[in-house]
């Protein structure tokens, strides 16, 4: 098929996520990819484009790692899918042996299917755990300004984005919303006094540790993320911490709450967790199990039907391996003082308000000429098709744009994106 032969039958019968399907049957700027091969994507013309986004976040070790494929080709000679109910199998169980390794603190691993189910269980896994240990009471949920957790209709109570939860009020459950962590004073002071009032009523607080992804990739201090750790163990309720985004070294340490030392009582994993297979996983500490861990009526009610499917648990496994062997949290550590360079050099660019990074994330808030700020500004755009057209692949958040390349970008394609995304962002502000 040629790219208009696709483009033709998608605009008549594809629906796509986060887009203006209005606009989807105008626009000339829409990606139709072929093959992808480390952090480049290759379109339907032979053109090709540094993956800047990771693949919705998620692609750490790029596309097509060599050991990620020849494990995946391998894994299919043996087994494809099998229950994790009753049943158990090499990949699942070694994995979790693995996965806890990176994440001593914890003691149990449950396979879930994606960020938005991890956040799903973490919430009934909350429930429960008060439940039996006779805190019935505790059914109250603390989240933030900013947020996001994923789309289910739990996780989307969860949500702090205006724009993604407005519509769905009578079909989700009320939170606490926080002040954003970003705003690290006005949102410890306003848990100090949610704390004070209710306390004793608070089942868990949810957050995404150093770092809020669809708020604007908006970042927090570990000395934040370790006092509100110190409230919330405190206050008896449960710390839960997201890790979809901000896990597998994104941040500059394997997991982002090892920035500040703490482990909290749940953690959830995804998107990186099995790179281009949707798997994820719920890591419980041995206090949060111990409830659970009982003859038959003490059998948390909850599973999918992929969950702990082996195919995907040997690519989390190889995943795991590669991180091991290619040092990749190490290459963070050692590349992200160029990131933080170029936020420093994108803050000198008139129009440009603010920029910062951590680790291999980078974003800059841009003056948007329809003077709304945030998810609903439209000049990242601008900076999308600029991108584009220097082979830059750069999806924006509103009047936000960021980079979060995979972690083992070679460091002169780094080069290439940090000059493409500043010569873009000079270029979609000159034409405002
Ligand atoms: C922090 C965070 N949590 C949860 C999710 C939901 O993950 P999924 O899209 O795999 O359901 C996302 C997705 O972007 C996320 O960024």
Redesign the pocket.
């Known amino acids: 098929m040629t790219r208009d032969d696709i483009l033709r039958l998608d605009r008549a019968h594809a629906w796509h996520p986060y887009t203006a399907m209005g606009r989807w049957q105008t626009r000339d700027d829409i990606l139709v990819v072929r093959e992808a091969e480390g952090s480049w994507i290759v379109d339907e013309d032979g053109k090709r484009y540094l993956d800047a986004n990771s693949s919705?976040?998620t692609l750490t070790l790029g596309h097509r790692h060599p050991r990620i494929v020849r494990a995946a080709q391998q894994a299919l000679e043996r087994l494809d899918h099998v229950a994790f109910a009753g049943i158990t199998h090499e990949p699942g169980a070694a994995l979790a042996r693995e996965l806890l390794e990176r994440a001593p603190g914890f003691s149990r691993v449950f396979y879930v299917d994606?960020?938005?189910t991890a956040?799903e269980l973490a919430i009934k896994l909350a429930i429960e755990f008060h439940q039996r240990v006779g805190a019935e009471q505790r059914t109250e949920f603390v989240t933030f300004a900013g947020a996001?957790?994923?789309?289910s209709a739990g996780?989307t109570s969860l949500g702090g984005v205006e724009s993604f939860i407005a519509a769905y009020a009578s079909i989700t459950f009320p939170c606490h919303r926080l002040p954003a962590p970003s705003s690290e004073d006005e949102a410890l002071a306003a848990l100090e006094a949610l704390i004070a009032e209710r306390g004793d009523r608070l089942a868990a607080v949810f957050l995404?540790p150093m770092l809020q992804?669809?708020a604007g990739m908006k970042m927090q201090s570990a000395s934040f993320l370790k006092k509100l750790r110190e409230r919330v163990a405190a206050a008896g309720a449960l710390f839960i911490a997201?890790e979809?985004?901000a896990g597998y070294g994104r941040t500059g340490r394997f997991w982002a709450t090892d920035h500040a030392g703490v482990t909290p009582d749940i953690l959830c994993t995804?998107?990186a967790f099995a790179q281009f297979l949707?798997m994820?996983a719920v890591l419980a500490t041995a206090r949060l199990f111990e409830p659970f861990a009982g003859p038959e009526a003490a059998a948390l009610p909850y599973g999918h039907t992929f969950n702990g499917n082996p195919f995907g648990a040997t690519i989390a496994r190889e995943v795991l391996a590669i991180y091991r062997d290619e040092g990749i949290v190490e290459r963070v550590a050692r590349d992200a003082p160029s990131f933080a360079a170029c936020a420093a050099s994108l803050e000198r660019i008139p129009g440009v308000l603010r920029a910062r990074s951590l680790g291999f994330v980078l974003a800059a808030d841009l003056e948007d000429p329809s003077g709304v700020e945030g998810y609903g500004g439209t000049v990242g755009w601008r900076v999308y098709a600029e991108a584009l057209s220097r082979g830059l692949y750069l999806r924006p958040l509103g009047s936000t744009v960021y980079a979060c390349p995979p972690l083992n970008t070679a460091s002169e394609d780094l080069d290439r994106l940090f000059e493409g995304l500043e010569a873009s962002v000079r270029a979609a502000l000159a034409a405002r």
């Open positions: 919705w976040w994606n960020g938005s956040i996001f957790h994923g789309d996780a995404e992804g669809a997201d979809v985004f995804g998107k949707p994820g």
